[in-house]
């Protein structure tokens, strides 16, 4: 069965200096098929699932305590690694500073 709610864990950056700004522009890390944007076409590659987006739809329905792993994730993203970002189907800091 599938759930009747659509819970995500969504990524975020911010090149402001002030996160806490009300005017800071949140950009997101968009993954190669994890649910996102309601416009864009489904992924589809059955009968696999591409690992990371995969473990991010069990992650919504836990804690970050739960999924450690997701922190660790988010640092490599500020981190910009490449092999991390190699991963993300796109990502918005490309040719600037960290986030």
């Known amino acids: 069965s ?4 659509r819970t ?3 990524l975020q950056g911010t090149s402001s200096l002030d996160p806490n700004d009300p005017a800071a522009v949140w950009e997101e890390y968009d993954f190669k098929c994890k649910p996102g944007d309601l416009k864009r076409r ?3 590659i059955t009968p696999y699932h591409y690992r990371l987006d995969w473990l991010m739809w069990f992650a919504a329905f836990q804690t970050y305590e739960q999924n450690e792993w997701v922190i660790h ?3 490599k ?3 910009q690694e490449e092999e991390t970002l190699s991963l993300m189907a796109t ?3 490309a040719g600037r500073a960290p986030p």
């Open 2 to 5: 599938i759930t009747k709610e």
């Open 8 to 10: 995500e864990v969504v």
């Open 42 to 44: 489904p992924c589809f």
């Open 73 to 75: 994730l988010a640092g």
């Open 77 to 79: 993203l500020l981190a």
């Open 91 to 93: 990502n918005p800091f």
